[in-house]
C-alpha cells in the first residue's frame, strides 16, 4: 500500500486466520457462490473495522504517544486547550491529545469516531513550529477526524477487500476452469496458485484507489484547516512542514493519517497517501476546496 497502512494489513492477515477456523466451525463453504460471498465480507470488512476500532491502542504502543491527562507545563496546556477550541468549532467530541518522540515536524490523527478519536504531535513539530503553524496543523488533524476520514478509510477499503476477494476467485475459477478444459482436477494447486497472483493484481489496483481517496482527503483537510485556523497560518505550516518533506519516523501503522507524507515521483506517486505540498500550497490558495462547507459534510461517524 504504502498506506494501506500496515495497521489494516496486519489484523487482516490475523483476522483471516480466526475466520477460516470460524468458517470451517459452522459449515460456510467459500467453493459456492453464496460461501463466497459470506468470505468476501467477512474477511473484506473484519480487518479494517477491528483496525479502526483498535486504532488508538495501536497508535499509543506504536508510536510511544504520551497522552496529556494532566498538561505539565504550557506548552501542553497550549495544546490541549488549542484541541478543545477547534473541536467545539468543528462540532465533535474532544479527543485525547498527545505527544511523542519524533525529530521531524509531524501530527497524525485517529480514532473509531468524531467524538472518540486522537490527536498527536511529534516534539519536533514542538520545537520547531511557532504557535500559529501549530494551530493550523491541529486544525488539520481536526478536519480530518470532524470529515469522518478514518471511518471512510476503513470501509472504503472493505469494500474494496471484498471486490479483491470475490473477482480473484470468480475470475480464477473461469481461468482454471479453461486451462483444464473442465476436466477432472480443475480446482487443485492451480487454481489457487492463480487466486494468489489475481489477489497480488486486483490488490495493486484496489490500492491505486485507496490512495487516490487518501490524497483527497488530505486537500479537504487542508480546506478544513485553514477554515478553523486561518488560510495564511494552514500555508505558512505547510512551508514549514517542506522543510523537512520525505522525514517520517512515524511507525507504519499510523504514518497514513500523518500530516506530511513521503516524497515519490513517476508512477511511484500513484501510491502515495499525500500529494506533494506544492499542490496542496496551490490547492489552499486557490481556495478550490471550501473548508467551511468539507466540515459542515463531514462523514458522520
Known amino acids: 500500500m504504502l498506506k494501506r497502512v500496515a495497521l489494516f494489513l496486519a489484523t487482516n ?8 477456523i470460524i468458517m470451517s466451525v459452522f459449515g460456510i463453504n467459500p467453493q459456492s457462490m453464496g460461501g463466497l460471498l459470506v468470505m468476501a465480507l467477512l474477511f473484506g470488512f473484519g480487518g479494517s473495522l477491528i483496525s479502526l ?21 504550557e506548552t501542553e496546556r497550549w495544546l490541549v486547550d488549542t484541541v478543545a477550541r477547534q473541536a467545539q468549532a468543528a462540532g465533535i467530541g474532544m479527543p485525547e491529545v498527545a505527544v511523542y518522540e519524533a525529530p521531524e515536524i509531524n501530527a497524525f490523527a485517529t480514532g473509531a469516531s468524531r467524538n472518540n478519536a486522537l490527536v498527536a504531535v511529534s516534539t519536533g513539530l514542538l520545537r520547531s513550529m511557532d504557535h500559529g503553524e501549530a494551530e493550523a496543523v491541529l486544525a488539520h488533524e481536526i478536519s480530518h477526524v470532524a470529515n469522518g476520514d478514518m471511518v471512510t478509510m476503513a470501509l ?29 482436477g480443475g480446482g487443485g494447486m492451480a487454481y489457487y496458485a492463480i487466486v494468489f497472483a489475481l489477489d497480488l493484481v486486483f490488490g495493486l489496483f484496489a ?30 505550516a505547510l512551508r514549514r512542514l517542506s522543510l523537512n518533506q520525505g522525514a517520517n519516523t512515524l511507525p507504519k501503522q499510523v504514518a497514513a493519517f500523518g500530516i506530511s507524507g513521503g516524497v515519490a515521483h513517476g508512477l511511484r506517486r500513484l501510491m502515495m497517501s499525500h500529494p506533494p505540498l506544492e499542490e496542496r500550497i496551490r490547492a489552499l ?17
Open 285 to 301: 490558495e486557490a481556495g478550490s476546496i471550501d473548508g467551511k462547507a468539507a466540515l459542515q459534510q463531514g462523514f458522520l461517524a
Open 13 to 20: 492477515l490475523a483476522v483471516l486466520a480466526l475466520l477460516s
Open 53 to 73: 476500532l483498535s486504532s488508538k491502542w495501536v497508535a499509543k504502543r506504536a508510536a510511544g504517544l504520551h497522552v496529556i491527562t494532566q498538561p505539565r507545563n
Open 207 to 236: 490500492s491505486l484507489i485507496a490512495m487516490w481517496f487518501s490524497r483527497h482527503r488530505e486537500f479537504r483537510a487542508d480546506a478544513g484547516g485553514a477554515a478553523l485556523a486561518g488560510r495564511d497560518k494552514m500555508v505558512a
Open 156 to 184: 472504503l477499503q472493505g469494500v474494496l477487500n471484498t471486490f479483491v476477494i470475490v473477482l480473484a476467485r470468480v475470475v480464477g475459477r473461469a481461468v482454471d476452469g479453461y486451462l483444464s478444459n473442465g476436466r477432472e
